[in-house]
């Protein structure tokens, strides 16, 4: 079994800082590509940043120069630095992974259960 588990996620007021973490455990052969994705209300989900197994990154334009992605390959760990928070920051954010099980099996996307960002005054 493989399980990603976020922590991190809270209320903030617009400007601060929150930093979310998302370790992955179980039987893991090598992780290509971990990234947070997000959800707002009446929003579809969408890509916050990803940073694959090379440590290449993307981002999503409306957080590029305040968010920062980073990842511990000794601890199946990534994180997302976030700066500068505003109102429209607010969603749920998932961990996602692309990875491979085994040698022999194919990419396999994972998803956490979400952490809720909420940032108000």
């Known amino acids: 079994q493989v399980q990603l588990v976020e922590s991190g996620g809270g209320w903030v007021q617009p400007g601060g800082s929150l930093r979310l973490s998302c370790a992955a455990s179980g039987n893991i052969f090598n992780i290509n590509a971990m990234g947070w994705y997000r959800q707002a209300p009446g929003k579809q989900r969408e890509l916050v940043a990803v940073i694959t197994n090379g440590g290449n990154t993307n981002y999503a334009d409306s957080v590029k120069g305040r968010f920062t992605i980073a990842r511990d390959n000794a601890k199946n760990t990534v994180y997302l630095q976030m700066n500068s928070l505003k109102p429209e920051d607010t969603a749920v954010y998932y961990c996602?992974?692309?990875?491979?099980?085994?040698?022999?099996?194919?990419?396999?996307?994972?998803w956490g259960q979400g952490t809720q960002v909420t940032v108000s005054s």
């Open positions: 996602n992974a692309l990875l491979v099980r085994a040698r022999w099996d194919t990419i396999q996307n994972y």
